[in-house]
C-alpha cells in the first residue's frame, strides 16, 4: 500500500479543521445549555440578518473546517480511485450550516422549525441529485427495444441536458427584463411613479443587458437539437431527424466501478452518445482530451475540419484511460497517430474536394452521411499520416 507523507501545509490544514470542529462544538454547547451569556446577543450579520453570536460563530467553524477537510483531502489524494467531486462537501457543509439555525429553531417554537428546515434539506438534495437520476433515465430510453423513428430518438437527446427546459426559461428571463422595463417606463409617464436616481439606474442597466443579450438569447433559442454539436450549425432539423432512422442504440459496459457509475455512453452502426452530445462515427477522424480533476473534455476533430465537444463527468487516467481507449478507437475508426495540429484549413478544402458538384457544406455534410466513405477516411488517414508511418507503408507495399 502507497504510503502518504503529511506537508506542513495539510497538518496545517488539519489542525485548523479541529479547532474549527472544537469551537462548532462549543457554541452548539452555549446554544444548548444557555449559558455564556455573550454567546447569546444578537449581532447583524450581512445579509442573514440578526445572529445569535452563537449561530453565526456555528456556520463560520463549519465552512472553515470543511474548507479545510476538503483540502486535506484532495492533498492526500484520497479520492484518487473514485469520481473527485466537491458536492458532497458542499452539501454536507450545507446541512451543517443548518444545525445551528435548525436548533435555534427548535428552541424557539419547537418541532415546527425542525419541520420547516427538515424541508429545505430536502428540497436541497432534490435540487442536487433529480437531474442526474432523470439524465440517466431519459438517456436509457433510447434502449427500448420497441423500434423508434429518427425523430424520436433526437428528441429523446435533446431532452438529457434538459434543453427544451432551458431555452424556456432563458426566454421567460430575458421576457421579464423587457416587462419590467417596459412597464418602468409605463409607470413613470403615467405619472403612477416619480423617477429618482437609483430607479433610472436599475432600468437602465436592465435595458442594458436586455439589448446586450438579445443575440445570444436569439441564437440559443434557435439552435437545433445542441446535443448534436456542429452538424446542428450545417443541417436542417429535418436532415437531423433522418440521420436516426434505423439507429439502434446499445450500451458500452465497463469493468471499472467507478466509470460504470458515472459514464453513459450508447453507440449505434454510426453514431456515439457520450455525455449526451451525439457524435458522428463516419465524420470523427480524431479526438484529444483535456483532463480536469473532476471531469474529462473531449475535442473531436471531424474530416471538415470543425471540432465537436463532449464532456464526462469523471477524471480518466491511468487504468481508466486504457479502459476509455477502445471507445476512442471505435469513435474515429482508426489506430493511426495521425499530425493534424493547425490542418483544419487543409482538412476543409480536402473535404470539399471530393464533393465538388455539390453547392454548400449543407449538401456536402448531408451526401456524405448518406453515403459509404471507407476509401475517403482511408485517403485522409493516407494524408495526415507522419512521414515515418508513410515510408514504411510504402516499403511493405513494394515488398509484397
Known amino acids: 500500500m502507497e504510503k502518504r507523507k503529511l506537508s506542513g501545509k495539510t497538518i496545517l490544514k488539519l489542525t485548523g479543521a479541529l479547532l474549527a470542529l472544537g469551537y462548532f462544538g462549543f457554541c452548539l454547547y452555549a446554544g444548548i445549555t444557555g449559558k455564556f451569556p455573550g454567546m447569546h446577543r444578537k449581532q447583524h450579520v450581512m445579509r442573514f440578518g440578526d445572529l445569535k453570536n452563537w449561530v453565526s460563530g456555528g456556520m463560520s467553524a463549519v465552512m472553515i473546517a470543511v474548507f479545510c477537510i476538503n483540502s486535506a483531502i484532495n492533498d492526500l489524494k484520497l479520492q484518487k480511485k473514485r469520481k473527485k467531486s466537491s458536492t458532497p462537501f458542499f452539501f454536507i457543509m450545507l446541512l451543517l450550516l443548518s444545525l445551528p439555525l435548525l436548533l435555534e429553531s427548535y428552541l424557539d417554537i419547537g418541532w415546527i422549525g425542525i419541520a420547516l428546515y427538515a424541508g429545505i434539506a430536502a428540497f436541497l438534495f432534490g435540487i442536487a441529485w433529480i437531474p442526474q437520476i432523470l439524465n440517466q433515465w431519459i438517456s436509457r430510453r433510447l434502449l427500448r427495444e420497441k423500434p423508434m423513428s429518427g425523430k424520436q430518438q433526437v428528441r429523446i437527446i435533446e431532452w438529457i441536458h434538459f434543453y427544451p427546459l432551458k431555452k424556456l426559461l432563458i426566454l421567460a428571463i430575458w421576457g421579464f427584463g423587457v416587462v419590467l422595463v417596459l412597464r418602468g417606463i409605463w409607470v413613470t409617464a403615467t405619472g403612477k411613479l416619480e423617477m429618482d436616481g437609483d430607479l433610472f439606474l436599475f432600468l437602465l442597466v436592465v435595458a442594458v443587458l436586455v439589448v446586450a443579450l438579445f443575440q445570444k438569447m436569439r441564437r440559443y433559442i434557435c439552435t437545433s437539437y445542441p446535443n448534436l454539436s456542429v452538424l446542428n450549425q450545417i443541417l436542417s432539423r429535418k436532415q437531423l431527424e433522418q440521420l436516426l432512422e434505423g439507429e439502434h442504440f446499445e450500451p458500452i459496459v465497463f469493468e471499472d466501478a467507478a466509470m460504470k457509475q458515472y459514464l453513459e455512453i450508447y453507440r449505434s452502426q454510426n453514431w456515439m452518445l457520450i455525455g449526451g452530445k451525439l457524435l458522428s462515427k463516419k465524420l470523427a477522424l480524431w479526438v484529444t482530451m483535456n483532463r480536469s480533476r473532476n471531469d474529462t473534455s473531449l475535442n473531436v476533430l471531424y474530416l471538415n475540419g470543425m471540432t465537436a465537444k463532449a464532456k464526462v463527468n469523471l477524471e480518466l487516467r491511468e487504468n481508466r484511460y486504457e479502459e ?42 448531408a451526401f456524405f452521411l448518406t453515403r459509404d466513405i471507407t476509401e475517403i477516411r482511408k485517403d485522409y488517414i493516407q494524408t495526415f499520416s507522419p512521414p515515418d508511418t508513410r515510408k514504411k507503408k510504402r516499403s511493405r507495399q513494394e515488398r509484397k
Open 324 to 365: 476509455f481507449i477502445p471507445v476512442l478507437r471505435e469513435l474515429i475508426g482508426h489506430e493511426e497517430s495521425l499530425k493534424l495540429y493547425g490542418k483544419e484549413e487543409q482538412m476543409a478544402e480536402k473535404f470539399a474536394s471530393y464533393f465538388l458538384n455539390c453547392n454548400s457544406e449543407q449538401e456536402r455534410i
